[in-house]
């Protein structure tokens, strides 16, 4: 099993950073994904950014530019610099993991932001 625990949400004006963290713990294994997705009200959940063990990015076009997805794989932790944040990045944002057992989700942490 495996257990994903965001922080770093909260309420910011637009042209404001954020930096959302993401722990994971349990049987992670070396070889994986971890991402940010997020889910506005009304909206279906969509991928923010996702980085491969090995380092390969990529990101939604919505937010190229504007964030950045890195992680630390000796404390198995991924993050999510987002600059220039606007209104419509408003969202519970989930990080997510994938490897070779499944598909595991984060409790979600949400991001506001006001004009």
């Known amino acids: 099993q495996v257990q994903l625990v965001e922080s770093g949400g909260g309420l910011v004006q637009a042209g404001g950073s954020l930096r959302l963290s993401c722990l994971a713990s349990g049987s992670i294994f070396s070889i994986n994904t971890m991402g940010w997705y997020r889910q506005a009200p009304g909206k279906q959940r969509e991928l923010v950014a996702r980085?491969?063990?090995?380092?390969?990015?990529n990101y939604a076009d919505s937010v190229k530019g504007r964030f950045t997805i890195s992680r630390y794989n000796a404390r198995n932790t991924v993050y999510l610099q987002m600059n220039s944040l606007k209104p419509e990045d408003t969202a519970v944002y989930y990080c997510?993991?994938?490897?070779?057992?499944?598909?595991?989700w984060g409790q979600g942490t949400q991001v506001t932001v006001s004009s």
């Open positions: 997510n993991l994938a490897n070779f057992r499944g598909d595991y």
């Open positions: 980085i491969i063990s090995g380092g390969g990015t």
